[in-house]
Every structure is written in structure tokens, then in C-alpha cells.
């Protein structure tokens, strides 16, 4: 394992004084923050899934409950716990009682599977895994048996759905300080491997709390968790989070598809929600002729890939609420569409920092300014955006700049108000309808095939996810044919996440080169139209 210096790469002092001078840091952990919910809000319904309900006072209780159960098993402060759960109430006690207990959640989708959740547990020494049971007919004590079998920290199965069963003594320790780190959030990546993000308490309510505020939630704001929990953007922007912290009321929405939503929306007056652009597009069709009430709907926020300005433009016309684009990144940076910007900035474009020290800089190749307004590469600093990726010096070496900026591998331009545009993107990576894959980790997958001599993924338009991915292979010579279904399966065979599949497959005899001979992304990209 890499020495425990390269878990987290703190700000500078002098930063850090500052963020807490500015009062953007302010000392309060997850823990006390919870407990200053409960005093204020205690008996308002905070979390509702189906017909269950947690108050405010219950989730406090439940959270001391969990991290009592996680305490009786041996999990204590600072240990890795590997979180997997669908939009399902308890997601909420077992995150926040893993806070109160100083245990680190790793989060991951519920469509991850042996390879990403074998890698994380093994990359984090995880000493536990919470899953939900049987989800969407997948077993998740199958994949959790494979993969204790392969990581031998890992000591604790957990079925999220039998916690509280057997009564704990609540724990409700202390010692967790606000500057630690609360979890480790899933990047997105370009390189072969998932890279871990660590947030602190202090940076992620900070988010939280300036989120909140910008989206204007209130105790009347009822948020719908249509995206997966467990992403950054579902949980911080403004999020399940950003809604507790206004005393508003979260509905957990098993799928995001209108058949479920529609009819929650109607039932639980729900105000707000947040989808990938793929979806909106989905709701914007089915809106149309949909018999539910959707009148409560006050803000739609689209975010996690480019919205075209076309879908944007549709979504007050149709669904009668206001839209909010919002542009985030698990590292840090989030920017919204503000309530009062004109509807040409909020239609056209990705929306302005959070902070005013957030800091953005968009820069050519050789990390030069580019003139005002042109397109260029994003990097970014600032009191929620992370120094460093877990245990990851090298990576972080080339993610970073000498002077702590952020690459995020996305080309952007800058309007006079501050409004980012999103352009397009450096990183070698596929933005398929939100969810990221990194092309490399599919690639390393793929030449694990004995009768595959390269293979090169790239990006291909497509009118609903924005984005597939086309997998280019180059057999090897004398080896039998393989099919593109082939190809497939046995990427499906590697226990990969089932979006991280090639949809296409096309089998070439070699790669466009670049100048200097690297493979050429950007030619193959084009290679259809080529041919
Ligand atoms: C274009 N590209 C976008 C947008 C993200 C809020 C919202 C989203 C995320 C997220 C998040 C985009 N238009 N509106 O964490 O808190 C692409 C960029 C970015 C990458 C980050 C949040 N919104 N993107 O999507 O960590 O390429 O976070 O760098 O999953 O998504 O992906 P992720």
C-alpha cells in the first residue's frame, strides 16, 4: 500500500487560514451539523421512501444507532467502508452514522460491479461493504461474496435493509474534527484505474451550505433523488444534503424513469429535482401527455453533460418550472444558472462558480492564458476543490498544476458575467448521458482479450445520451474471428459496470497516428465520416 502521506493533500496553511477567515470553513463536522438539524427541526419530516418516514430527531437518532452497530463490529475512525446503495432510505443513517463514527464511506453506483467495487475495496484497505440486499433482481451478496474472496481487507459484508434490527448501543464519539476527511467520492477518470476524491468535513458543507442558499431551498423545498444518491451532484448540489440543511423534505425515487417519478412528484408535491440531460429529454417528451400533477414543480436542474440549448429552451414551456443548469465535478468546482440571470444565460450556458474565490483560469495547451472569451482549458482552485486524489502521487503529479489547480480536462469559455461555457473536452473520456467512462479502463479490458492485439475507445455522437462509446479493436493476426456481440460479452464477463460496454464495436486493421505516432482519438472520432 502507498504510504498514508498520499491520502490527502491538504490546502496550504495560508489558504486554509483563509477559507476559514472568509468563513466558508467553519470547524462544524457532519456530526455536530446533524445534531444542529435535529435541535432545529426535529419532528419535520426529512427523508421519505415509500411509505416510511424518518423526522429530523429520528435521522439523528439513527445515524448514532448505525455508527453504535459499525462501532460493535470494529469499524472505528479513519477505516474505509465501501457504501453501495440505491435510492433507498437508509443510504441517509448508514452515510451519516459512517460520518458520526469518523469512518470513511467509499462511495460507488449500484451499477458497479466486481471490477470497480474489487478495485475500490482493495485501493482503500476497505474493511467493510454495505449493499442493499437484492436490487433490480441483482443479488448484491453474490458480488459482495466475490469480492471479499479477492480482498483480503475486507472483513464485514453489511445488508443495509437488515441494519437496526438488532439493538446497538448509539455511539456518538467526538474526536472527528472538521479539517478530516468525511469520505471518498468516485471521480469520473480518464486513466485506467478509478481515482478517489477526497472531501473534508469542513470543504463539503461548505459546498452544501452555499448551495443551498444559492438554489434558495427552504423547510418548504421537497426534493426528488432521481439520479443515484450516491453521486456528487445528487448529494451536494444542493443535493439530499443541501436539502436537509434547509430543513426541507428528500423523496427517494427508486428509477428515474416518468412511469415512477410522474406519480411521486404528484403524491409528495415535490418542488425540485435534479437529471442528466438524457432524462430531461425523457421527461420533456413524456410531459406532454402525462396525466399527473406536476404543478408543484418549481426548478428542474440538468447537469453532468452539455444540455443543448434546444432541450434547455423547452423545459419552462412544457413543464411549467424554472430551469437551473448546473456544470459540477466531484473534485470540487460546481457551477448553477443563477434565479435571476437572463433566460439566454441560463438557457446558453453551464453556469458560474459557487464561490467568489473559486478561481478559474482557462488556459492553452502549455498552460498559457488564452485571450478573454476564447475556448481553452479549464483548471480551477479554491475552498472546496481538492488538492490531490487519494493515494495517487503520480496521477496527481499531471492532474494538478505546481501551484495547486486543478485540471479538469474540460474546454470551456469564460463570458464577461462569469458564466462558463462547456465546449468540449481534453480528457480521454466518454460522457455518456452523465455517466464517465474512462476510456483506458475499457481499453485495459479489452486487451485482456487473448485475440485482441489494440483497442481504442472513443466517443460517438447520438442524438439522446450526447454521447456512446465506439470501441476500435485490432485483432490479432492468425487469431479467429471474434464478433462485435463477442467483444462485448467478454467485456461484460470482466465484471465491469453494464454502461461501460462498448455500444459498438468495429474492427480495423490499424489506428490513426498523431505527429509524434500516439494513437489518434481524434481521427478515429471522424474515422466514420472518412470512410
Ligand atoms: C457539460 N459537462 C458537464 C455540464 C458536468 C453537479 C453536477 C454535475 C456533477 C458531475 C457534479 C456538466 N455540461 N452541465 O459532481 O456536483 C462533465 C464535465 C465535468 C465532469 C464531472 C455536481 N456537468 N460535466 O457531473 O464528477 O466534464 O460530476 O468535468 O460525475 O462532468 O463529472 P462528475
Known amino acids: 500500500a502507498a504510504p498514508p502521506s498520499t491520502d490527502f493533500t491538504p490546502w ?19 456530526s455536530a451539523w446533524l445534531h444542529g438539524l435535529a435541535a432545529r427541526f426535529g419532528d419535520r419530516v426529512a427523508v421519505v421512501d415509500g411509505q416510511r418516514r424518518w423526522t ?211 403524491a409528495q408535491r415535490v418542488t425540485m429535482t435534479a437529471l442528466v440531460p438524457p432524462l ?20 428542474l436542474q440538468v447537469g453532468g453533460a452539455r444540455l443543448a440549448d434546444e432541450a434547455a429552451a423547452r423545459v419552462r414551456p412544457v413543464l411549467g418550472c424554472a430551469l437551473q443548469q448546473v456544470f459540477g465535478m466531484a473534485e470540487g468546482l460546481v457551477n448553477y444558472t443563477r434565479h435571476d440571470d437572463p433566460p439566454e444565460l441560463v438557457v446558453g450556458t453551464q453556469g458560474r462558480p459557487i464561490s467568489p474565490d473559486d478561481e478559474i483560469r482557462i488556459v492553452d495547451s502549455a498552460d498559457v492564458e488564452v485571450p478573454a472569451g476564447t475556448v481553452g482549458h479549464l483548471l480551477t482552485r479554491g475552498p472546496y476543490t481538492i488538492r490531490g486524489y487519494y493515494r495517487a502521487a503520480e496521477h496527481n503529479a499531471v492532474a494538478f498544476t505546481a501551484d495547486g489547480f486543478y485540471r479538469t480536462g474540460d474546454l470551456v469559455r469564460q463570458l464577461p458575467s462569469g458564466h462558463l461555457v462547456v465546449e468540449g473536452r481534453a480528457k480521454d473520456q ?28 472513443v466517443a460517438v455522437p447520438d442524438p439522446v445520451l450526447g454521447e456512446r462509446s465506439c470501441a476500435y479493436v485490432i485483432l490479432r493476426s492468425g487469431a479467429p474471428a471474434l464478433t462485435a456481440g463477442q467483444v462485448r460479452a467478454f467485456v461484460r464477463s470482466r465484471g465491469l459496470a453494464a454502461y461501460k460496454v462498448p455500444d459498438r464495436v468495429e474492427f480495423v486493421d490499424s489506428f490513426p497516428q498523431t505527429a509524434v505516432g500516439k494513437v489518434s482519438k481524434a481521427r478515429l472520432r471522424h474515422r466514420e465520416g472518412l470512410s
Open 56 to 266: 429530523y430527531a429520528e435521522l439523528d437518532e439513527a445515524a448514532s444507532r448505525t455508527a453504535g452497530t459499525f462501532e460493535g463490529l470494529g469499524v472505528s475512525r479513519g477505516d474505509r467502508v465501501v457504501v453501495q446503495l440505491p435510492n433507498i432510505g437508509e443510504f441517509l443513517p448508514v452515510v451519516l452514522g459512517l460520518f458520526r463514527l469518523g469512518a470513511l464511506p467509499v462511495f460507488t453506483l449500484p451499477s458497479h460491479r466486481r471490477a470497480e467495487i474489487g478495485h475500490l475495496a482493495a485501493a482503500t484497505d476497505a474493511v467493510a461493504y454495505v449493499i442493499p440486499g437484492v436490487w433490480e433482481r441483482f443479488d448484491y451478496h453474490a458480488l459482495a461474496a466475490e469480492v471479499r474472496a479477492a480482498v483480503p481487507s475486507l472483513r464485514l459484508v453489511i445488508d443495509a435493509t437488515a441494519l437496526g434490527q438488532e439493538p446497538s448501543e448509539p455511539f456518538d464519539g467526538t474526536d472527528v474534527s472538521a479539517g478530516d476527511v468525511a469520505f471518498l467520492q468516485l471521480s469520473g477518470g480518464s486513466t485506467g484505474l478509478p481515482k478517489l476524491i477526497p472531501r473534508t468535513h469542513d470543504d463539503y458543507l461548505y459546498s452544501v451550505r452555499a448551495s443551498a442558499e444559492i438554489c434558495r431551498l427552504s423547510s418548504d423545498t421537497v426534493y426528488l433523488v432521481a439520479l443515484p444518491v450516491a453521486h456528487n451532484f445528487t448529494m451536494s448540489s444542493p443535493g439530499v444534503l443541501g436539502v436537509l440543511h434547509a430543513g426541507g423534505r428528500v423523496v427517494m425515487c427508486p428509477a428515474p424513469s416518468p412511469a415512477v417519478a410522474f406519480p411521486l412528484i404528484a
Open 280 to 299: 430531461a429529454l425523457v421527461w420533456l417528451d413524456a410531459a406532454a401527455g402525462a396525466t399527473d400533477d406536476l404543478s408543484s414543480l418549481e426548478l
Open 430 to 457: 466518454i460522457n455518456r448521458g452523465g455517466e464517465k467512462i474512462a476510456a483506458e479502463e475499457v481499453e485495459n479490458h479489452l486487451l485482456a482479450h487473448p485475440a485482441v492485439l489494440d483497442a481504442s475507445i
Open 12 to 30: 496550504p496553511a495560508a489558504t486554509a487560514d483563509r477559507y476559514r477567515a472568509a468563513g466558508y470553513w467553519q470547524g462544524e463536522t457532519f
